[in-house]
């Protein structure tokens, strides 16, 4: 079985809100983090995306919150492959965010695809890009997407 790819972060005193626990843009911004610093680790940094002129898009996150993060508490969030057409211009993305007591706290599924950035649409990711997202560990439900570009 492939390995989950995993960052580490800390509930910091900007992530809180009124209620004294993490607030719901804090859990986007790490999903994003982790997307984007797997991406690098892999051979793909912001400046790779803008020298293709490719980037990720997300069309729609949803977020399940199941327990709290309080000030300062550690966070392990996870990225896995939930979904993906076959020419891999769509992709579903799964973060889960775990407490130090290994305990799922909340889950983010993100559905994305690949856009052009000179025309503004949806694209294929060139091959290298393709194997990379492609190489990360499958969720237990990965659905095949719809390949037709709109």
Do not use: C
């Not at 990720?56 to 990225?79: G, Q, S």
């Amino acid at each position: 079985m492939k390995e989950v790819y995993t960052k580490s972060f800390r509930a910091g005193w900007g992530a809180m809100d009124f209620n004294a626990h993490m607030a719901n843009r804090a859990y986007l911004d790490m999903a994003a983090d982790t997307r984007m610093l797997y991406f690098e680790e892999t051979g793909f940094p912001m400046s790779e995306f803008q020298r293709m002129l490719i980037g990720p898009v997300i069309l729609k996150d949803e977020v399940e919150y199941l327990r709290e993060f309080k000030l300062l508490e550690a966070i392990d969030v996870t990225l896995m492959l939930a979904g993906m057409s076959d020419d891999g211009s769509r992709f579903i993305l799964r973060n889960d965010f775990i407490k130090s007591e290994r305990i799922r706290a909340a889950t983010i599924t993100s559905t994305g695809g690949w856009l052009n950035l000179r025309e503004r649409r949806l694209t294929t990711p060139p091959e290298r890009l393709l194997h990379v997202i492609s190489d990360l560990a499958k969720t237990d439900n990965f659905l095949r997407l719809d390949s037709s570009i709109r």
